[in-house]
């Protein structure tokens, strides 16, 4: 079955300073990988996803996750945030359907001045 | 283009009692997912609906049940609610046709049992 770590809960970042939320994920079978924010009293928004082919990918918001199958990661990250950066960050792995979405715990990135 | 829209927003119900949430997909879509959202918890899978039938469900007891409309609108209902049930309920539509076809998020309705 497929599981998704987020190592951390939460990651509190100065303004136009770099970031890394860290997502590894289990899974015995190829694999679909997602980030989704979440702002205050908001639904789920798609950031970015991995399907296949470049193991980079890229938001339009300056946000890019990397693929490392070898490590099972799928790390987001960002060179400089902003204050609007500041929300809820869910990595997620589709099930071995495709079907469903596993999601991680959320990591809070918290971006002050 | 509207999006995923949910109702009610808000909901305040005590143990025992029964529940129907909805959801209206993203226009174009036919396929209708529910998760739960836990505080401080991701959001977890209970169920997906695509032609009227239900296609998948995850780790949820029976009181979870759902429904869709020919018009791709969907109903989730809890029975017996308990206290754990409290949680944010979170609608996703998404087109069928896709493997990992990319799911949007409505903006949930909080559910509080007392």
């Known amino acids: 079955a497929q599981s998704v770590t987020q190592l951390d809960s939460q990651v509190p970042v100065f303004e136009e300073a770099p970031v890394e939320l860290r997502c590894n994920y289990s899974?015995?079978?190829?694999?679909?990988l997602f980030w989704y924010v979440q702002y205050p009293n908001q639904g789920l928004q798609l950031l970015l996803k991995?399907?296949?082919?470049?193991?980079l990918v890229e938001s339009i918001n300056g946000f890019e996750a990397e693929f490392n199958k070898s490590q099972t990661s799928f790390h987001l990250r960002k060179p400089s945030v902003h204050i609007s950066d500041t929300a809820e960050y869910f990595c997620?792995?589709?099930?071995?359907?495709?079907?469903?979405?596993?999601f991680g715990k959320g990591t809070t990135l918290s971006v002050s001045s | 283009d509207a999006g995923v829209t949910q109702s009610p927003t808000h909901l305040i119900k005590t143990r025992g009692q029964q529940v129907t949430l909805r959801c209206s997909p993203k226009?174009?879509?036919?396929?209708v997912s529910w998760y739960q959202q836990a505080l401080g918890q991701g959001p977890q899978f209970i169920f997906q609906?695509?032609?009227?039938?239900?296609?998948q469900r995850g780790n949820f007891p029976d009181r979870f049940s759902g429904h869709q409309f020919p018009n791709y609108s969907s109903e989730l209902n809890v029975n017996a609610l308990l206290l754990g049930d409290s949680a944010l309920y979170l609608c996703?539509?998404?087109?069928?046709?896709?493997?990992?076809?990319?799911?949007?998020f409505g903006p949930g309705t909080r559910l509080t049992v007392l």
């Open positions: 996703a539509s998404s087109l069928a046709a896709g493997v990992a076809d990319t799911q949007y």
């Open positions: 609906y695509y032609e009227e039938e239900e296609r």
């Open positions: 991995y399907l296949s082919g470049s193991t």
């Open positions: 899974s015995s079978v190829s694999v679909y």
């Open positions: 226009s174009g879509h036919d396929t």
């Open positions: 997620a792995v589709s099930d071995s359907t495709g079907t469903a979405l596993i």
